[in-house]
């Protein structure tokens, strides 16, 4: 009897080792993946150079609400202080600078509603101001209530970028 179950434990482990089995149990590991959110963090000048905004990962930070510029992160706020950081005019800035509903700056560099087309697609939409199509206000919106970018168009020409939470009406207004 302990001759056979010799021979059984050893022909066991054998066969296990050849095909890669171990005579122990397999210890199974849960691991908690962290869920993570687009992003996108600017510093610097931006108006001479907007080539940004066409950046799926600046697309996706905008649906994703999660866009900072400077240290100032744009976030729904109740504020009614302005700061001007490089060529950006925040609005609405929190008592502590951190946070801001708007951003507003003028486009020195060359961008199109072609360029914009490319990527933001029918997604770009356009508000009806009765002026030709190359001309007037155009915006992104992928959430409702949500985070918005306004792209001020004359005659193709992308000449200011405005970008965070407000009304139109309130995001345009000139500074």
């Not at 985070?147 to 207004?173: C, H, I, P």
């Amino acid at each position: 009897m302990k001759k056979t179950t010799k021979t059984l434990v050893a022909t066991t482990l054998a066969f296990g080792t050849l095909f890669g089995m171990g005579a122990t149990g397999e210890v199974t590991q849960h691991t908690a993946h962290a869920a993570t959110s687009a992003y996108y963090n600017y510093n610097g000048y931006a108006g001479h150079d907007v080539s940004f905004v066409l950046d799926k990962n600046f697309k996706n930070a905008v649906k994703a609400e999660n866009v900072t510029f400077n240290g100032i992160k744009l976030k729904n706020t109740n504020s009614t202080k302005n700061v001007k950081k490089y060529d950006q005019y925040f609005r609405n800035v929190s008592k502590d600078g951190k946070t801001a509903s708007l951003l507003d700056m003028k486009v020195t560099g060359h961008m199109s509603l072609a360029q914009l087309n490319k990527l933001y697609g029918k997604d770009l939409q356009k508000i009806d101001n009765g002026k030709n199509n190359t001309t007037g206000i155009y915006f992104y919106q992928p959430n409702q209530n949500g985070m918005t970018v306004w792209f001020d168009l004359n005659e193709g020409k992308v000449d200011r970028v405005v970008m965070g939470y407000s009304t139109t009406q309130q995001a345009m207004k000139k500074n």
